[in-house]
């Protein structure tokens, strides 16, 4: 994670970036460099999803945010949907989101942190935003609401 900032705030060492290497434990073939080594599991208890600040005065206004936001091939919006994993709001109004997708391989991957940015950065005390999209914890069925469930068929 070298070019991730050291003192980020927002940086939860637990969550793996796209940079990072995915950790094995293969075994060596003769003259090759040797297994790397496993990562250490999360200390127990270590939420998997990074708390919200869900007391933050514009926390309630930004979920609406993200709610009129819509994946184009499911219609349920991605906050429903459970893909907005964490939302995370400062004292100076920045905005921290981190989110995920149905599947990596989505064919609006590239885009749909933009429309999540645009979706909040009108939002009257917001002075930053910032989009990640993690994969872990792996997006399920089960993080869908049940109005998302409902809307699909799935209840």
Not at 17 to 31: K, L, N, R, T, W
Not at 76 to 100: A, H, K, P, R, W
Not at 130 to 141: H, N, S, T, Y
Request: glycine share 6%; proline share 13%; with cysteine.
């Amino acid at each position: 994670m070298a070019d991730e900032p050291e003192n980020d705030p927002y940086v939860n060492p637990y969550v793996p970036y796209m940079s990072d290497p995915v950790p094995h434990a293969a075994d060596p073939i003769e003259g090759q460099h040797p297994p790397r080594q496993p990562v250490e599991p999360a200390a127990q208890g270590t939420p998997l999803i990074e708390p919200s600040s869900t007391e933050h005065e514009l926390y309630d206004t930004l979920v609406e945010a993200c709610r009129s936001v819509y994946d184009p091939e499911i219609p349920v919006n991605i906050y429903d949907l459970g893909l907005i994993y964490t939302i995370q709001i400062n004292d100076e109004g920045d905005v921290l989101v981190l989110m995920s997708l149905t599947a990596p391989g989505c064919p609006v991957a590239g885009e749909m942190p933009g429309w999540v940015a645009d979706a909040i950065s009108p939002v009257a005390g917001v002075k930053n935003v910032d989009v990640r999209l993690i994969w872990e914890p792996q997006w399920g069925m089960d993080m869908m609401t049940d109005e998302a469930r409902l809307e699909l068929g799935f209840m």
